[in-house]
């Protein structure tokens, strides 16, 4: 294999990795508060490309202000959705909520079907976004440095809000104990649907960027990637949002490598990365970057 | 309310045709395609195609033709319903089965057994016709489209060197490209690089950098759509300057609008395209389609023109066996040769599948344009 195509794929890596990391580190964080795997988070991510797309196409937005605009119909998503879905069955097993969750799934989904239709949509992209960079014989979608950059944007800005901030606090409280959170005088309702919140609107912020990414956008988009960020939070560490942003890149750098190395296999890729999720869950289950939590009796 | 609609589209017919029934010399020809269901607008692009050929030639053998529709709800269990209603309630001598392979399949096995012949216009699934001698098609089968896109590029285009992305949870893609690739090696031509992926993939940059890397004058990729949209986006982002072929699933419209630019020059195998310089080498296509634009005031489907051939198919073997007789009527379909169709000249091979020739077509200019014609 020649240098420049190791080199291509390594960026072909980061580029899927960087949207990986970016989805699953509201997975991650939503999951470190509240103990509950959201399995509607692709659907949440898939919802926001929509909204831009319908911004732009009705309401005539320019790209900068529907993007804002469809964050914030996503984080309202997000918030109705725990509202309506998870806040009833906070004292219930978590089993059930997280049964809730893949219910909210398939309902946003098949919504999605009805009100959206079933055909693929051509996702418009500024033309920014169509700019390829080119060194020497690699090419790099500019669609990549805007991920990277805005991840660790995003990153920066959550570690700060969870260590630093009030809200985080509770947030933090929240997460090793609910009830007393209550009593110490933390808003539980209100710090729950901030996490919500921030959580959805990093799925946006992804399924934005995907979507200018790979410009097409159907109902069904949300669930692969949704798959792919839960495996990339569970090998960081879930709850742990360095480590879902860590898992996100090598998820993607993996992936393309295996494609890279075996391509007569190149089918079977989701098959391998699943596997990988089942390896570690055997052997490290807390993950590269998680804690051995010790369940007190 | 599905009962109901389902009512009303028979009485339509009855009201229709059903004059015709008053008469005692008539013949009776059944259809059975989905009328309401998932497939609706397919088994309506169907009807449209035999509704014009059966005003073109109502009579067969001095006796009228009576079509008789029976909605088989796009369901696999309906189809099966459906064709034998037709064989034992309505007494038919033929049955036309079009739209979806699924519906052909079961279907097909009724009317064999029974010992009536069966023509399916669009359904290119091998398995409908295999082993069942009472059923024929007036299209061909999915893997001669690898067949003729590999010669199309060898010959015609002049490449050596191919390159494959195969969704492997397609059959249809699977066949196409095992076909491609037999053609192609045969043919003295190189795959250079045999990659594959999962419907529904949305990155497909690694595959790609190593068919670029593999300098492939040409990608083969017979695939959904929606996916090939991405992978033609991508490819060009990645800097791939080959060609972009692939199989009639690429015909569609939408892979335009999704794919833009990045589709320009695709070309692909398809049964028709309504596009001045085709007409002009069949005029038969010509007729159909100015028959079609004064009936229906728009631009004909591949559909249609199918299941229009189907019709004048079943007539034609009508009319060489010179009998109403259903064995007759079969030996003279198996029997068909260079019959003068819309969609091509058509011969029935011993499987009882349509040997056609294929219409190519390349993207120009945002529209899908006539290319080329590759005989069997």
Known sequence: ???????????????????????????????????????????????APYFLYYGVLIFHLPWWASFLVAILLTAVTGIVSERVAYRPLREAPRISVLISAIGVSYFLQNLAIVVFSGIPKSFHRPNFFKTIFQFGEIRIQSTLIASVIV?????????????????????????????TSRLMGVNVNRTISFTFAIGSALAAVGGILWGLRFPQIYPLMGMMPGLKAFIAAVVGGIGNVPGAMLGGFLLGMVEILYVAFLPALSGYRDAFVF??????????????????????? | MKRNLFLLTLMAFMIIFGLTTLAQDVVKLGIAEPMTGAMAVGGELCMKGYQLAYEQNPTVLGKKVELVLVDNKSDKVEAANAVSRLIEKERVIGVFVSYGS???????????????????????????????????????????????????????????????????????????????????????????????????????????????????????????????????????????????????????????????????????????????ALLKTNPEAEKFVRLYREKYNESPNAV?????????????????????????????????????????????????????????????????????????
């Open chain 1, 151 to 179: 991840s660790t944007i995003f990153l920066i800005i959550l570690i700060y809000i969870i260590y630093k901030t009030k809200t985080g606090l509770a947030m933090r409280s929240i997460s090793v104990d609910i009830e």
């Open chain 2, 102 to 276: 699924s519906m052909a399949i079961p279907g097909g096995e009724v009317a064999n057994k029974a010992g009536i012949p069966l023509i399916s216009g669009t359904a290119t699934n091998p398995l409908v016709t295999q082993g069942k001698e009472y059923v024929f098609r007036a299209c061909f089968i999915d893997p001669f489209q690898g067949e003729v896109m590999a010669r199309y590029t060898y010959d015609n285009l002049g490449i050596k060197k191919a390159a494959l992305l195969v969704d492997i949870a397609q059959d249809y893609s699977v066949g196409l490209a095992n076909f491609y690739k037999k053609t192609f090696e045969e043919l003295g031509g190189e795959i250079v690089c045999d990659v594959k992926y999962n419907t529904g993939d949305q990155d497909f940059s690694a595959q790609l950098s190593q068919i670029i890397n593999s300098d492939a004058e040409a990608l083969f990729f017979p695939g959904y759509f929606g996916d090939v949209a991405l992978i033609a986006i991508q490819g060009r982002e990645l800097g791939f300057t080959g060609k972009y072929l692939g199989g009639d699933t690429l015909h569609n419209p939408t892979l335009i609008e999704l794919a833009k630019e990045a589709a320009e020059g695709l070309i692909c195998s398809t049964f028709f395209v309504d596009d001045e």
């Open chain 1, 275 to 297: 596997s990988i999720l089942i390896l570690i869950l055997l052997f490290r289950p807390e993950g590269i970057l998680g804690k051995k939590v010790q369940e007190k009796v």
């Open chain 2, 304 to 376: 249609s023109i199918l299941t229009y051939d189907s019709y004048n198919l079943m007539l034609d073997a009508i009319t060489r066996a010179g009998s109403f007789n259903p064995a007759a009527i079969r030996d003279a379909l198996a029997a068909t040769k260079d019959f003068p169709a819309a969609g091509g000249a058509i011969t029935i091979n011993e499987i009882g599948d349509s040997v056609k020739p294929a219409v190519l077509v390349k993207i120009v200019n945002g529209d899908f344009k006539y290319e080329a014609t590759v005989n069997p």
């Open chain 1, 1 to 47: 294999m020649s240098l420049n195509l190791i080199l291509q794929n390594l960026a072909n890596g980061l580029s899927l990795g960087s949207l990986y990391a970016l989805i699953s580190i509201g997975y991650t964080m939503v999951y470190g508060i509240l103990r509950l795997i959201n399995f509607a988070h692709g659907e949440i991510f898939m919802l």
